[in-house]
């Protein structure tokens, strides 16, 4: 079983290898949130959590994928899974 110290050194390792893919992308989270809701958020109910949560993910991983010359594949799939969830929460008929 690996030790607290240990675990915190694996940690440091996959923050490097994630930076050199990514940079410094949660850096421009903030941006472009704050440009898609210029007026803030107020969530209130369980749906407006979700649906929250999940434009949230859609924007990370749109920031990821535009990072670096090489952009990743698998980002731009779970665009489209968290867009398939969007659309399902925001289906009234559910």
């Keep these: ?7 915190m050194e694996q940690a440091i390792e996959t923050f490097k290898e994630r930076n050199k893919t990514y940079g410094d992308n949660y850096l421009q989270h903030g941006k472009v949130m704050q440009a898609l809701f210029p007026n803030g958020v107020d969530l209130r109910t369980l749906k407006e959590h979700n649906r929250f949560g999940i434009i949230n993910m859609i924007v990370a991983k749109l920031t990821r994928y535009c990072q670096g010359a090489q952009p990743h594949k698998d980002s731009i799939h779970d665009l489209g899974v968290y867009a398939f969830m969007l659309e399902s929460i925001d289906d009234d008929s559910l």
């Design 1 to 7: 079983m690996p030790t607290p110290i240990e675990n």
